[in-house]
């Protein structure tokens, strides 16, 4: 009955290749988020959505998109995969939007992306 | 550009003595503040938190400081334990995004 769960956990491919990873919280918060994990171990937001808005860190490359189908589910699609890809990639979940409170981040357990 | 340092990778503290995690910051626009702490293999768990009107916040064995003329806020684990030992993540919040720090290993040895 894991809190936010993330699969898959380890995720190897090819450059140029399409792949998703899914996030599903069942919590019953109303946003979540995705964070990037980089070599140097700095975490940093990538988008945050509820059912009012998404918010994109403009760092980010249009590559990723994430995809929400449900109020319990973001799942992160990445096309055309590139070397610089691989990193961790942490899901998270809040009752509300941080924007909107201090509710604090619960966290999946990661997917670590390598890229070939 | 990174708003939110901790300058010490990593710590090493006796069982029983105190742990003092520190963290700088840059941005004078934030308005919380939390730790969160993270074992191997996992995500990050919410530890404690402090809004920027105070200085001051303590839950059990954790207490959390903060100095705004400074820009500084540390983390106080007193009695350490040998449980404590994972990384701990200093973070910010100005907006929609929490702002990271790259965490502080902290080895608790018996």
């Known amino acids: 009955d894991t809190a936010v769960s993330q699969t898959p956990k380890y995720l190897v491919t090819q450059m140029g290749n399409d792949k998703s990873i899914k996030c599903e919280q069942n919590?019953?918060?109303?946003?979540m988020y995705w964070y990037k994990q980089d070599s140097k171990k700095f975490l940093k937001i990538m988008f945050s959505?509820?059912?009012?808005?998404?918010?994109i860190n403009e760092t980010v490359p249009n590559r990723f998109s994430p995809k929400s189908p449900d109020k319990a589910h973001l799942n992160l699609h990445i096309n055309s995969l590139e070397l610089g890809d691989s990193a961790v990639y942490f899901c998270?979940?809040?009752?509300?939007?941080?924007?909107?409170?201090?509710?604090?981040?619960?966290f999946g357990n990661g997917t670590r992306l390598t890229v070939t | 550009d990174q708003q939110v340092k901790q300058n010490s990778p990593s710590l090493s503290v006796q069982e029983g003595r105190i742990s003092i995690l520190n963290c700088d910051y840059t941005?004078?626009?934030?308005?919380?503040f939390l730790w969160y702490k993270k074992y191997p293999a996992e995500g990050p768990t919410f530890l404690i938190s402090?809004?920027?009107?105070?200085d001051k916040n303590e839950d059990g064995r954790f207490t959390v400081f903060l100095n705004k003329s400074a820009k500084h806020l540390s983390l106080h684990i007193v009695p350490s334990q040998p449980g404590d030992s994972a990384v701990y993540f200093c973070?910010?919040?100005?907006?929609?995004?929490?702002?990271f720090g790259k965490g502080t290993s902290l080895l608790v040895t018996p």
């Open positions: 998270a979940s809040s009752s509300l939007a941080t924007w909107e409170s201090h509710s604090p981040l619960h």
């Open positions: 919590l019953g918060h109303d946003t």
């Open positions: 959505y509820n059912n009012k808005e998404l918010i």
């Open positions: 941005n004078s626009m934030f308005d919380y």
């Open positions: 402090i809004s920027s009107i105070k």
């Open positions: 973070a910010a919040k100005a907006g929609y995004a929490l702002n």
